[in-house]
């Protein structure tokens, strides 16, 4: 074959709590993700010529070594060194329709199709833990968007244990066109604020995860009991995110009064997410929502909860 196509979903979190620092300076998290239905496109194609290409039809994504998809190929050249020479190189292209910069890891989801579809391009013939190893090298989102579905994901966030996938349920993503929060702001932020709560990683992390798993979340989440879920819903970063940002703090009171089972913010934001328990549900707070809230303003999608992040389209 010369060339895959795969749909590669953004993720939002269901839960997460920062833990404390850790020696390499990352936080230490514990954290569900989960996949949703909203995808960007990505294809890796052969090329004659033994480089890498990037195409994306996204204005404010770079098309140069610095995308992370860019940085997925070149990650697997440098381990590989002849595979370039015996298969050939790589043009990728991506067709955006996750927002960028949304807390929704797009960028992660792109990096992890392309080391998924440069295995099947270049035949390197990676197990699914190899891939997650190299994916952590990248970055902390990309080895649970090569596991998809629902997990917890513990460390800097690349530790993944996958859970039994969330049938059924749907959600509303809300976030303004104009809005945008950097993750390391968000995290800066949190520490300048809440270092003080900071536990002792090398002895907490474990208490933490073992917590999360004996948590109602986790009871929510094996019952797939969506209202339980809803209840449950976390996210430490609001602390820091929604005090600075009023805007997103009256959406989402806005969003949290429209009849879903639940309102978070995604990651470090500013995406904010409503569950519900069925498609005609999120689309009537779509609607809800169009009365508050212009398209230019404000930006939604209904999107199914997936079992899987990555699918191959086309080859
Ligand atoms: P996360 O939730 O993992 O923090 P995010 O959803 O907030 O990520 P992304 O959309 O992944 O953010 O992009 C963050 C920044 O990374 C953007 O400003 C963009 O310029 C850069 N970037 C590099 N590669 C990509 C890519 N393939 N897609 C989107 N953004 C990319």
New binding site residues.
């Given amino acids: 074959m010369d060339s895959y196509s795969l749909s590669a979903a953004a993720k939002i979190n269901l839960y997460l709590e920062i833990v404390g620092d850790r020696p390499d300076g990352y936080h230490e998290l514990v954290m569900v993700m989960q996949s949703v239905g909203l995808a960007d496109r990505v294809t890796v194609r052969r090329l004659g010529a033994h480089e890498i290409r990037l195409r ?1 039809d996204h204005p ?3 098309s140069d070594a ?4 860019y940085r997925a190929a070149a990650l697997l050249h440098q381990r590989f060194p002849k595979v370039m020479t015996q298969q050939g190189g790589v043009e990728i292209t ?1 067709q955006k329709n ?1 927002p ?9 989801a ?1 990096a992890a199709a392309v080391l998924v579809g440069l295995d099947m391009l270049w035949q390197l013939g990676l197990t699914q833990i190899e891939l997650q190893t190299l994916a952590a090298e990248l970055g902390s ?1 990309i080895p649970f968007c090569i596991a998809g579905g629902t997990a917890i994901a513990t460390g800097r966030g690349e530790q993944i244990d996958t859970l039994h996938g969330l049938d059924g349920l749907y959600v509303v993503l809300a976030k303004s066109p104009t809005l945008s929060v950097s ?1 390391p702001w968000a995290y800066k932020s949190y520490r300048q604020a809440f270092a003080d709560n900071y536990l002792d990683v090398a002895t907490a992390s474990q208490t933490r995860k073992a917590q999360l798993h004996a948590s109602p979340m986790m009871a929510a989440i094996a019952h797939q009991d969506g209202p339980a879920i809803g209840q449950h819903l976390y996210n430490d970063l609001e602390k820091v995110v929604l005090p600075a940002h009023p805007d997103v703090k009256a959406m989402k009171t806005t969003l949290a009064s429209c009849g879903g089972l639940g309102t978070l913010m995604s ?2 934001g500013p995406t904010l997410f409503t569950l519900t328990a069925s498609q005609a549900a999120a689309e009537g707070i779509v609607q809800q929502m169009r009365s508050h809230y212009s398209e230019a303003e404000l930006g939604l999608w209904v999107a199914p909860l997936l079992p899987s992040s990555l699918q191959l389209l086309e080859s």
């Fill in positions: 994306c404010e994504v770079p610095s995308n992370l998809a991506i996750i960028v910069g949304a807390g929704l890891a797009g960028g992660s792109n989102d993750t990651g470090s």
